[in-house]
């Protein structure tokens, strides 16, 4: 029932900053949580952030806390992550995932990936040095 497109992944240089973005088709969107998922070649995939379905609580991974922020705009249907400092391990393939929550879930979020629904596409992410 929902379908997710990530877009705003490229090449950029260490330092620099991309803003992915989620768009999401689901009328009900506003009471899903969503969380940033990556997987780099050889490794397996890791949640990097996760917001719940309020935004009023959000989680990042140590590798990545204070560089890059979650949020979410639920009247436009999308969910944002803004990546700064990047650095060349961040390279990998970035999916957002959703999954719908409840009246009373709305301050949680999720990590396991086997928690999700529903799944983006994925786009690229490449830092160079």
């Known amino acids: 029932q929902v379908q997710l497109v990530e877009s705003g992944g490229g090449l950029v240089q260490a330092g620099g900053s991309l803003r992915l973005s989620c768009a999401a088709s689901g009328r009900t969107f506003s009471t899903y949580a969503v969380g940033w998922f990556r997987q780099a070649p050889g490794k397996e995939r890791e949640c990097v952030a996760a917001?719940?379905?309020?935004?009023?609580?959000?989680y990042s991974a140590d590798s990545v806390k204070g560089r890059f922020t979650i949020s979410r705009d639920n009247a436009k249907n999308t969910v944002n992550l803004q990546m700064n400092s990047l650095k060349p391990e961040d390279t990998a393939v970035y999916y957002c995932a959703a999954v719908s929550g409840t009246y009373y879930s709305g301050s949680y979020y999720y990590t396991d990936q086997m928690l999700y629904d529903y799944w983006g596409q994925g786009t690229q992410v490449t830092v160079s040095s």
């Open positions: 917001i719940s379905w309020s935004g009023s609580s959000t």
